[in-house]
């Protein structure tokens, strides 16, 4: 729970509201499977979960600000943020989830999409406070 409120700490939290309508195609009836996403209210940032055995997801990052996206992995058991890539805003784009072992698939992991232009630290990472080391 600590790494998932340091993701949560490490955007403005204020503007922050669910987001359904991020997420592309069917999602799923059951709750165990559901992918929920939620952005800020003006667009700088989304963060989408993906429970264990979503492997993929396509986001309608055409809802994001910014012309250029900035896009994480976020793992949340361990806190550790993985930089996949900028690229350019386009209507939709599909991610898949870290490539490894079969401990990656039966995992939860979180997407994190930034308007790069914002220049976010590292999902997880806050500015002005790190985490303690123990």
Do not use: C
Not at 14 to 20: A, E, H, I, S
Not at 110 to 126: F, I, M, Q, R, T
């Amino acid at each position: 729970m600590q790494y998932l409120r340091y993701l949560i700490e490490s955007r403005p939290m204020l503007q922050r509201m669910p987001d359904q309508s991020l997420i592309a195609g069917d999602n799923g009836t059951r709750a165990v499977e559901r992918i929920d996403a939620m952005r800020a209210s003006d667009g700088s940032y989304a963060f989408i979960y993906l429970p264990a055995g979503k492997q993929k997801v396509t986001v309608l990052t055409s809802k994001l600000s910014g012309t250029t996206l900035t896009a994480w992995w976020y793992d949340p058991r361990t806190g550790i943020a993985m930089h996949l890539n900028d690229f350019a805003k386009t209507d939709t784009r599909e991610f898949t989830i870290p490539a490894g072992s079969n401990d990656s698939i039966n995992t939860d992991w979180v997407l994190v999409l930034d308007d790069a232009a914002k220049k976010y630290p590292a999902p997880g990472k806050h500015p002005a406070k790190q985490p303690e080391k123990r």
